[in-house]
């Protein structure tokens, strides 16, 4: 079983940057692909980015542009720098893994983007 840990979140400003970062208590090597998450309140958790295992990205049109994903396999760790931040941006971040089965879920960080 492998632990993620987000941290980064906070408030900021519209147009200002965050990076959040996604620690893993073992190796990410071998996980297929990484993802971000977000949920606002009252709606359902949508996906915002992923990095598959060959280092393939994908976002969400809604923060293309904007956010990038990346991971560090030595640190074990994944990153989404969120530049151009938006009040829609709004929602607890959660990071995901992707293993062989299943999948794994961090706790969720809080991004609140004041106009």
């Known amino acids: 079983q492998v632990q993620l840990v987000e941290s980064g979140g906070g408030l900021v400003q519209a147009g200002g940057s965050l990076r959040l970062s996604c620690a893993a208590s073992g190796s990410i090597f071998s996980f297929n692909a990484m993802d971000w998450y977000r949920q606002a309140p009252g709606k359902q958790r949508e996906l915002v980015a992923s990095i598959f295992s060959g280092g393939t990205t994908y976002y969400a049109d809604s923060v293309k542009g904007r956010f990038t994903i990346s991971k560090d396999n030595a640190k074990n760790t994944m990153y989404l720098q969120m530049n151009s931040l938006k009040p829609e941006d709004t929602a607890v971040y959660y990071c995901?893994?992707?293993?062989?089965?299943?999948?794994?879920w961090g706790q969720g960080t809080q991004v609140t983007v004041s106009s």
């Open positions: 995901s893994a992707v293993p062989v089965f299943g999948r794994y």
